[in-house]
């Protein structure tokens, strides 16, 4: 499996963006899947998780309410809906795959040992 986040950019604060996890390959659906990102000088840190058929989904404290995580199977993508985007939800993003795994084992991990990992695309927020 091969993933490709897309969707990044510069956004002003209050505003939203869409992020695009794509993945090829046809047992997409079979994994549980993960946003991650990671500021400058700061560690690695979980933002949102969903289960491989959509229907259980996980986020963390700082995004929950602002965040909503969702997956076309057919279309092997996975989506990161921002608003309210805020100057501290600058960060590199990166979404994360794995087979075996639950959403609350994806959050708790930290994204420690995920099976395949995307490139990241960046999102900035100015104030």
């Known amino acids: 499996v091969q993933l490709q986040a897309s969707g990044g950019g510069l956004v002003q604060a209050g505003g939203s963006l869409r992020l695009s996890c794509t993945a090829s390959g046809r047992t997409f659906s079979m994994y549980t899947v993960g946003w991650f990102r990671q500021a400058p000088g700061k560690e690695r840190e979980f933002v949102a998780a969903?289960?491989?058929?959509?229907?259980?989904?996980y986020y963390a404290d700082s995004v929950k309410g602002r965040f909503t995580i969702s997956r076309d199977n057919a279309k092997t993508t996975v989506y990161l809906q921002m608003n309210s985007l805020k100057p501290e939800d600058t960060a590199v993003y990166y979404c994360a795959a794995d087979r075996s795994r639950s959403t609350t084992l994806v959050a708790s991990s930290g994204g420690y040992g995920m099976d395949y990992w995307g490139k990241g695309t960046q999102v900035t927020v100015s104030s």
């Open positions: 969903i289960s491989r058929s959509g229907g259980t989904t």
